[in-house]
């Protein structure tokens, strides 16, 4: 009888927790349906010739194939390569300078801080139209130096095709510089004060300490911040859209706006998917190997 | 008040006398124009001047008259402030057929920004609560999940998210575009919330249990007060966030509810008229001026905030 009772008493396997459960919902549902889901319907969706609406019509490669030939997709790859590997350097570079600077115990950090930090606060959309404003040939930097008296300069990224990525370019930097020093500020105060005294009573040279000691124990932090540099990269499209709305010409295109005028404007969704799919399959290469070395190898973390 | 100013001073002589003892520390004292400090004070100062160069650039065009402009450079202060590029940009801008300015924008950012912040907030700290005190079954695979989602790039998953919405008949309205917001800051908001539940004293947790007290009551009588600095963290990071959306904005809203960004680069962007720079500055300071406050006003928080919200390892 009392073992009868017991048994009824206990809770369903399913109704422990519940509230964890409840309360956990709106996590599942993203995970599960937006997350893997809405990631393999476009999968799916990108073998198929779907135009104005998705149609279940599955052509093979077809998409990829058009996708490969279309210039305009091998421009924004280009764009994106070219911008890649520029921000890359000189965001990690510019940001470690600037941090070593503030690492030298100066007065104003917190001013200086602030000031570098700022634009970072501001949307991309803000941030591309204040540089269209002074990259204007007519009015901007280019007459400001031509009225200095240098009359055959010549500083007019926004309207040449050949250039126009680095006007972009420039403002992303001005944009994104500021997190860099941050996050690479943060690693250098990790760095146990001992090293540099070791290295002061060594004698070794300052940049020397950087950069056979200091460089090499921030491999995390780099990396880190390699990583969020270049997942944002991949993602660029409203820097592109405010700035020069992908002009002159189709010079400035970055995949992500590729996606948007297919799948929004074109109505040609099944170029859409195909490029988001291309865009997923970069991300992977850069986000696998380092999911790899971070968590990986047996090594946990969190 | 004599006793404390005798207690202070014998503090103070305390801190000198283990100085001493201690030896001296930090590097050895240079002179203010040494070549190392005119080196490192006249790089940061130079960077400092190109950071703000384009904000002051931005405040001195729009303060100026449009002849002022066309025959100035855009680095002179403005001969003659006017504040009516500002009045334009905010009442009379024109995008379309629409002349209403900017202010619409503004409250739509406004009327999108409240709710998400608030849900998407609300939503996740509960989940990270789960994740941190309450796990179950299967929890850490989803949260797995969601945190290499963050990683997806957002075109992948526009498309079939227009579709779930438009079955639940919220496309194109502001409730579509708060569900947006609420889904995709949920990756970093319930990282951030789990990793700060878990590191609470679960003595805490735990006497709360024994006193019988449930999920909810925990949450909102324990957690919660104990947590306010990281709520504030969350509500910087969200509210930059999703003032800054452009994205999301133009795909799930239609144009009657485009926030303020999007409504600006349609004005800045248009190609009818003449072009106004001036009214074009003074727009891009407004849609910038919700963020930038909260920058300035949170500091150091905005800092822990970012850095929480970049470094998702």
New interface residues.
């Given amino acids: 009888m009392t073992g009868l009772t017991r048994g009824s008493v206990r809770p369903n396997q399913w109704l422990r927790n519940l509230n964890a459960k409840i309360a956990s919902i709106p996590m599942i549902l993203t995970a599960l349906v937006i997350f893997v889901g809405g990631t393999a319907w476009t999968v799916v969706y990108s073998f198929t010739n779907s135009k104005l609406l998705p149609r279940l019509k599955f052509v093979g490669l077809d998409q990829y194939e058009r996708l490969w030939e279309a210039p305009r997709w091998i421009i924004s790859i280009q764009n994106l390569a070219v911008f890649g590997f520029f921000s890359l350097i000189f965001s990690l570079v510019i940001g470690f300078v600037l941090a070593a600077l503030m690492d030298q115990k100066i007065r104003f950090e917190n001013t200086f801080r602030t000031i570098m930090l700022y634009p970072f606060a501001l949307s991309f959309i803000v941030t591309g139209l204040v540089w269209q404003w002074l990259l204007n040939p007519q009015y901007g930097i280019q007459s400001i130096v031509r009225s200095l008296g240098w009359e055959s300069f010549s500083f007019d990224p926004l309207y040449d095709s050949d250039i126009v990525i680095y006007g972009i370019l420039i403002a992303a930097l001005w944009q994104g510089t500021g997190l860099v020093m941050c996050l690479m500020l943060a690693g250098l105060r990790g760095i146990d004060e001992d090293i540099w005294k070791a290295a002061r009573v060594d004698g070794i040279p300052m940049w020397k300490t950087y950069v056979l000691i200091i460089i090499p124990m921030m491999r995390g932090v780099i990396i880190t911040t390699l990583v969020i540099i270049a997942s944002g990269i991949v993602k660029v499209y409203d820097l592109v859209v405010a700035q020069t709305s992908g002009g002159p010409g189709i010079a400035s295109e970055v995949p992500a706006k590729y996606v948007y005028d297919y799948m929004f404007l074109a109505q040609n969704l099944g170029q859409g998917f195909a490029a988001s799919t291309m865009m997923l399959l970069t991300v992977a290469i850069i986000i696998v190997p380092w999911a790899y070395l971070e968590f990986g190898g047996g090594r946990k973390r969190g | 008040m004599d006793n404390l100013a005798s207690k202070s001073a014998l503090k103070r002589h305390e801190a000198e006398d283990t100085r001493i003892k201690a030896g001296p520390r930090?590097?050895k004292p240079r002179s203010a124009l040494s070549r190392?400090n005119i080196i490192?004070?006249g790089?940061?100062i130079l960077?400092?001047v190109?950071?703000?160069?384009?904000?002051y650039?931005?405040i001195v065009?729009s303060l100026k008259g449009m002849p002022e402009?066309?025959v100035g450079?855009?680095?002179a202060p403005p001969l003659e402030i006017t504040f009516e590029p500002w009045v334009k940009a905010w009442a009379e801008a024109c995008t379309g057929l629409n002349c209403d300015g900017l202010s619409r924008g503004f409250w739509n950012s406004v009327r999108i920004t409240v709710p998400s912040v608030l849900i998407s907030i609300a939503?996740a700290s509960?989940?990270g609560?789960?994740?941190a005190n309450?796990?179950?079954k299967g929890?850490d695979l989803?949260?797995t999940?969601?945190i290499?989602?963050a990683?997806?790039?957002?075109?992948?998953?526009?498309?079939?998210?227009v579709?779930?919405l438009r079955e639940m008949g919220v496309y194109g309205t502001l409730t579509g575009l708060v569900i947006v917001h609420?889904?995709f800051g949920?990756p970093i908001l319930?990282l951030l919330f789990r990793n700060y539940f878990a590191g609470l004293p679960e003595e805490l947790f735990k006497a709360a249990r024994v006193d019988g007290a449930?999920?909810?009551t925990i949450y909102l009588k324990i957690m919660l007060p104990m947590s306010l600095p990281i709520f504030v963290v969350a509500m910087i990071l969200q509210v930059?966030g999703i003032?800054?959306?452009?994205?999301f904005g133009?795909?799930f809203t239609r144009p009657e509810y485009y926030p303020m960004?999007v409504q600006?680069?349609n004005i800045?962007?248009s190609v009818q008229g003449v072009k106004e720079?001036n009214v074009?500055?003074a727009a891009?300071i407004l849609?910038?001026l919700v963020?930038?406050t909260?920058?300035?006003v949170s500091?150091r928080l905005?800092?822990r905030g970012?850095?929480a919200g970049?470094?998702?390892?």
């Fill in positions: 930090g590097s190392r490192v004070y790089t940061l960077v400092a190109y950071y703000l160069l384009p904000l650039v931005m065009t402009i066309r450079n855009i680095f939503v509960v989940n609560y789960a994740l309450w796990r179950f929890a989803f949260f999940i969601l290499i989602g990683f997806i790039p957002y075109q992948v998953m526009i498309y079939p998210i579709i779930v609420t889904i949920m319930t449930g999920f909810w930059t003032w800054n959306d452009f994205l133009v795909v960004t600006l680069n800045v962007n720079y074009n500055m891009t849609t910038g963020p930038l909260v920058y300035f500091g905005f800092v970012i850095a970049a470094v998702k390892g």
